[in-house]
Structures are given as C-alpha cells and as structure tokens.
C-alpha cells in the first residue's frame, strides 16, 4: 500500500496570510490527525478526524482548523499567519485509531 | 490534560551497548503508549507499542515496559548498531485517537 503523502512539501508564506495543507491517508485508513513539530516544542496534537467528524482538539487557536473529505483526505488551514506558525505540520493516518502512520511533512516558513 | 515527559533528551552509547529511555505520564487513564523513531530529515516510524494490559513487550533488539503503578514507561534498545541513530519520541493516548508526546531522545551510536 501507498504510504501517507502530503502536499506541498514545502511553503513560504507571509504574515497574515493564510495557507492550506493536504494530507492523504493509507487507503482504507479512515483517521486523519496532524501535529505541528517544532524544536522548542516537540510533537504537538492539532485535531484529529474520522470519516468527517472532528473527534479531538489540541491547545491551539482557532485560526487552526482543518477538515475530513468522504475519501478520508484530509486539509488543514492555518489563518492570519504569525512568524510562531513555522513548523513541520505532520499528519499521520490509521485505521480507526491507535497505530499511527505518518506522512513526510510539508515545511511552513512564515516570513 | 495528559503531560508525558521523556528523559534523557540526549544519549550516547557505544556500538553493541544497550541504550534506555524513559517517559512518565500524569492520566492513568491513558491505556496505549507507542515509541517512534524519526530520522534526520524523516518521518516519525512506529517502531513499538504497549497497552495497559501488558507489561513488556519485544520485537527482536528492542523492547518497552509498562509500570502503571508508577505510571511510567521505558525503551530499550539491545546491541545497538549505528543505524540506531535518531530521535525517539515516546507518547501516550487514553482514546486511540488524541496523542501527547514527550519532547524526544536525540540517540547517537557511536562506531
């Protein structure tokens, strides 16, 4: 099977923009979560969804937000950009829950 | 929320030694603990996982183990090889679907 893919790899945007990030899962995986990475902060939880629904919410602010699509696609949108948004945003895929497989990365640069 | 510490952040072994990492969690509710290995440049990999209702298990060089009581949980990597190199995150969940993860373990094994 096809890994996890994420699109684009890698983003460079402005502050006060907003940025939109794709997530593909393992067909036949039907949760989709995504975690920012950072070196101060580690891996943290933004959301995590399952056939559409939003089951779990991170700590994170409301310009976070994401969404399921019916194929288990999944996007993720990040508004009104801030320099502190620059991360490796990761999603990760499995099959209802618990074993996670993750994708490569799409690398956020906020200037 | 559920905090999981991991320590040491860094760790040196010599090629063929053992190395162990520890993490402590708050939430005794938390039930499902997975080790991850990333890379440089990489995905985090699911490299082994334990539930609450076992104590210890092995998959050929490395192994985890649970004290509930204590509500920690260790990995331990035998007759490390270079390849070994990374950083390993440890991290904890009580639904399957929402995860905390420690801040990771910079690994180099050295030659």
């Known amino acids: 099977k096809a890994g996890v893919t994420q699109t684009p790899r890698y983003l460079i945007k402005t502050r006060g923009q907003q940025v939109t990030l794709s997530c593909s899962p393992i067909?036949?995986?039907?949760?989709v979560s995504w975690y920012q990475q950072t070196p101060g902060q580690g891996l943290q939880f933004l959301f995590e969804?399952?056939?559409?629904?939003?089951?779990n919410k991170g700590n994170f602010p409301g310009r976070f937000s994401g969404r399921q699509f019916s194929n288990s696609r999944s996007e993720m949108n990040v508004s009104t950009l801030e320099l502190g948004d620059s991360a490796l945003y990761l999603c990760a895929s499995s099959l209802w829950g618990y074993e996670q497989y993750f994708g490569p990365g799409t690398r956020l640069t906020v200037t | 929320g559920e905090n999981v510490e991991q320590h040491p952040s860094t760790l040196s072994v010599q090629e063929g030694d053992s190395a162990v990492i520890k993490c402590t969690y708050s939430?005794?509710?938390?039930?499902?603990f997975p080790w991850y290995k990333q890379e440089l440049g990489k995905r985090p990999q699911l490299i082994i996982d334990i539930r609450s209702n076992v104590g210890e298990k092995k998959d050929q060089r490395i192994a985890v183990t649970l004290n509930k009581t204590a509500k920690h949980f260790s990995l331990h990597i035998t007759e490390t090889q270079p390849e070994d190199s990374a950083v390993y995150f440890c991290?904890?969940?009580?639904?399957?679907?929402?995860?905390?993860f420690g801040t990771g373990t910079s690994l180099t094994v050295i030659p």
């Open positions: 991290a904890a969940s009580n639904t399957g679907n929402q995860f905390y």
């Open positions: 969804y399952f056939s559409e629904t939003q089951r």
């Open positions: 067909s036949g995986h039907r949760s």
């Open positions: 939430d005794s509710a938390s039930n499902y």
